[in-house]
């Protein structure tokens, strides 16, 4: 293995990753739960945010229900649920993308690898990789600052809500690894 194939295999490794990051799992329901940050997940179309044995649940409209239990909500804190529920939904759709994105990255540095062999053309082929591979990372830092984003909009309806508070548990310092690159 030359010195040029370390880098191309670290980019598809990358990639790959990128395909598979997201998590879901199928509900006895027989609905789907995609999972967006470790204590918050989408379930149908509602943000569902678990802490402490306890679950919270924010639809489209901005409605919480906490254990099971719908809160009363004044305009504005309704207003902050459905900017919590925006950040989330955009979050998955980001993240979304950017496994498709991934996986077709990953799937397009396999065809010109091979091709490159294959024609004994690899002097451009890294290049070639790094050039599809920026585009990924233009994706990874989007999503950077949708966890940023999404972080804000926790911080402004644990303040509005109290009650949201024990589900405001993403941390000050998400998403600094990829903002620093």
Known sequence: MTARTVPVAALLAAALAAAF?????????????????????MDGDKVLLRAAGRSARIGPDGAIAIDGGALALTPAQQALGREFYQQATGMRRDGAAMGKA??????????????????????????????????LEAQALQLCQRVQALRDAQQRLSAALPQFEPFARIAANVGDDCRKR
């Not at 540095?109 to 920026?134: F, H, M, P, W, Y």
């Open 21 to 41: 990051a997201g998590a879901c799992s199928r509900q006895p329901d027989g609905g789907v739960q995609v999972s967006v940050i470790d204590h918050l997940s």
């Open 102 to 135: 991934g996986a077709a990255m990953a799937g397009q540095a396999l065809s010109t690898v091979a091709r490159d062999l294959r024609d004994g053309n690899t002097d451009q082929t890294e290049a070639k990789i790094q050039a599809e591979a920026a585009k």
